[in-house]
């Protein structure tokens, strides 16, 4: 699956941002879709997940509670939510595809990964 992440820009502290991630095919119900983040200097990391067959979602400590993740088949899209965002929310945000996973936050699961959308946070 081929995925393409949009929705990245500058904000202010305190304000929202909702990223989005397209997938191509037709088999896009069958992935667990992931969102990570890479800031400067610093290793990617989960920021949360939604698996495929039951609709659970996942968040790293850092963003529960301020980010929601969804996904809407019908238009093969997984959305991430951000609320209340903190310039330490400032990091390159990547989309990922892991087919039939199951929660992971491990990069090394996830099988295809979009081209990451930055976000910056003033503060």
């Given amino acids: ?20 991630c397209t997938a191509s095919g037709r088999t896009f119900l069958q992935y667990t879709m992931g969102w990570f983040r890479q800031a400067p200097g610093k290793e990617r990391e ?9 609709g659970s979602t996942y968040y790293a400590d850092a963003v529960k509670g301020r980010f929601t993740i969804s996904r809407d088949n019908a238009k093969n899209t997984v959305y991430l939510q951000m609320n209340s965002l903190l310039p330490e929310d ?3 945000y990547y ?3 892991d087919r039939w996973g199951q929660y992971s936050d491990s990069p090394l699961r996830y099988e295809s990964w979009g081209q990451g959308t930055l976000v910056t946070v003033s503060s």
């Fill in 90 to 92: 400032t990091a390159v």
């Fill in 46 to 54: 989960f920021v949360g997940s939604i698996i495929w067959n039951t």
């Fill in 1 to 20: 699956v081929q995925l393409q992440a949009c929705g990245g820009g500058l904000v202010q502290a305190g304000d929202s941002r909702r990223l989005s």
């Fill in 95 to 97: 989309c990922a595809a």
